[in-house]
C-alpha cells in the first residue's frame, strides 16, 4: 500500500463530467489498494470571473481581500470532488488549505508555505478516506488564508507530498508530460520518461509551460520525485527527479521556446564605469526582468547595451530610460518588440563539447539569424526573430536528433 | 459613539451597483461616529447556483461537503463588500463565520450557534475597521465548516450583537419592515413602527416571510433589540423589542397569511384511547409537520380528525397513513390541498375579550367560510379556501382598523 499525493488542474476539473472523471481515476487509484491525498485547483476561469467580480468594486483591489476571494474557487472543488467520490461509494472528505494545515508567511496573492501540520488530514488517512485538498491556498499566523500565487496547486501537492512523506506525486495536467518541443511547432517532438529537476527548472525558465519553477525547486529541495501526466487519458507521463548518471548520456534533453519576448538596444551610452549597473538598477526598480545581456564597447568613449525583457514590459523600459540617459550624460534606446528565445537543455552539456557549435550549425542552415546569445551550464539560449521561432525549433530538434530518443 | 450591527441579506449585495450602495450606507453609518459590524449574505442566487452544481456530480451531496461548498458563497460577498469600503476609503477586513469565532454544535446544514468568541474582530473593531462578517456559517469543534440553515444570516447578526453587547442591530432586507398584513393583497397595509418578539413570532409562524422564527427566538431570549428595514431607502423601520405595557393597547398587531397550506381529513378512525397518538406519531416520524388539530368524535364509536400540514406534505401524510389504520383497525383519509391560514396577532388579546367574535363576524360578512380555528395566547388562525385567502385577509385588516394605525 502507498500514499499517493495526486493533483488536478483546473481544466481537469472544468465541468461535473471532469469532476466525475477524475473521481473515476482517484476510486481506480484506490481499488489497487493506495491511500489517497487528492490536491485540486479552482475549476478553470473561474479565478478569472471573481477577479472581474472584485475589479467592479474597486479597481485595485486589497491583497488581503483578493485572498479571501480567490479561495473560494477551490474551497468549491473539493466539496464537488467529495460529493462525486461519494457517488462512487468511496468515502472522501475534503479540506480547505487552512484545515489541511498549510501555514504560509504573511505575503497575500504570493505566500510563501513555512510549514504543513496535517494531523487532521493523517486520521482520515489511516480511517480509509480519500483526502482532497484545496490547492493554491494556506493559512497565514494571523489566521487570515493566503493563496500561493501562479502555479500554487502544483506547489501545495509537492509540499504535501514531501510532508507526507508520499510514496508517489502525481501531477495531473491536459498534456500527457514535458515534451522534446512544443508539439504544435513540432510534430516529431517526444515525450519524455525523464528529467531532472534542473532540467526542467530551465525549460520553465525558458516558455515550456507545463509547470512554474518554484514547484520544481520545491521539489527539487526537498527531493519529492513526481510524474507529470494527464488527466484526460491513461499514458504514463513524464518523470521529474534528481539527475542521475546515465540522464548525462542524453546532451540535449529539449528544446523550449519563447515568444513572447523584446529586444531594447541602448546606443551611445557613454562607456564608463557604473553606467550598466545604473541602467540595470532603474529597470530592476521599475519591476522590469531583464534575460541576455550583452555589451559592445564601440569606439568614441561610448557603449552599446542589448537586453530581451518580456514583450509586455518593452514600453515599461522605454519609458523608464531617458531620466538614466540623463543622469548618465547620454544614450538612446530602440526596442524591438518581435523577439522569440529558443533555448537548449540538458544535463549532459555539461560533459559535452560541441554543443554550441552544433545549435548555430543548425540554425545557419535554416537561415535563421542569431540576434543574441546567452548560456549557463546545462542551457543555451538564442534570441532570433519571432518569424522564424518555429522553424529553429524544428531545425534545432532535428539537429539534436530529439525525435530518436 | 455606538456599536451597530448591521446585516445586508442576498438582494441587497446581488450585484456590484448593490454592493457599492451597501458600502455607500455603511460609510454614512461610520461617518456618523459609530463602530461597525456587518454580517452579509450569499449574493442572491448563488445558493441555487451552488446547490445545482452539487446535485450535478451527486444527487444526494453529504451534509458536510454542502457545508464545505456554500461557504463559498458569503466568502464571495465578505471580500467584495471589504473591497467596495476600500474603494470609498473606508478601512474594513473581512472575516468568514470560522474567523469570527462562531461555534456550532456538529449538526451540518443546520448547525445551532454555541458560542462566539470574537476575539480577532474585537481588535480589528478598537483598530476603526468596519469588520464584514460571512453570515450563515461557523465552525465546530471538529474544525468542520458548518452552515445555520434557512435564515442563518439574520442569526449571525443578531448573535453577534448579543456577544458584542452592540447598541443597534439592523436587519436590511428588501422590504420597508414589517407590515400590518401583506402590501401586496392589502394595499393599505400599514408598516409597523413597533412590534413585540412574541408577536413577530407569532406572524413568522404564521406565513409572514419577513425573518425565519428561530432568529426571533435567539432575539428574545438574548434580549437583543433589533430593526427591520430596507437597504434601497432611507426609510426608518420596524423595531422588535421586547414587549412592553402600552404595546397592549393594540389589540391586533397584522394579519399573516399562508398560502401553501392543505387540509387532511382523517374518517372512520376508532374512538378509542392512544389513536389520535398513533396517528399523529407516524405522522411525525415521517417528518410531516403537523398543525390545527381538531377532533370531532362522531356517532358509532368512531371519530374524525383533521389537521393541517404544508401543502407539499399532502401527499406524504396520505401515503403513511393506511399502515396506521391497519394498526388501529380502521380508517380513511381524503387530503385537500386548496387551504390557506389567516392568523391575526396581537399581544393586546391577553387582555381584550371580543378578538375571535369580531374575526368571525368580519369573514361571515366577506362570506368566507371558516374550515379549522386554532387559538393561541396572541394568535388566533382560521384555515380557509386558498381562493378567498386574499379577500379574507383584506376584511379582517378593515374589521380590525389596521390601516389606521
Redesign the interface.
Known sequence: MALIVQKYGGTSVGD?DR??NV?ARIKAARSEGHQLVVVVSARAGVTNE?IA??K????R??T???D??L??GE??T???T???L??LDVPA??Y?GS?AGILTDVTHTKAKIKNIVPT?LRDDLKAGKVVIVAGFQGINE????TTLGRGGSDLTAIALAAALKADKCEIYTDVDGVYTADPRAVPDARKLDEISYDEMLELAGSGSKVMQSRSVEFAKTYGVVFEVRSSFNLNPGTIVKEEVAYMEKVVVRGVAVDKDQAKVVISQLPDKPGTAALVLGALGDAGINVDMIVQNVGHGGVAELTFTVPKDDAHAAVKVLPAVFAKAGGGQVVAYDNIAKVSVVGVGMRSHAGVAATLFRALADANVNIELISTSEIKITVAVDRAKADEAQRAVHRAFKLDRG
Open positions: 461535473p469532476i466525475r473521481a471573481l467580480r472584485a467592479a468594486v474597486n479597481p483591489p486589497d488581503r481581500e483578493m479571501m476571494l479561495a473560494v474551497q468549491e473539493i466539496a464537488l467529495a460529493m462525486a461519494h457517488a472528505v475534503s480547505t484545515q487532521a494571523k489566521g487570515q488564508i
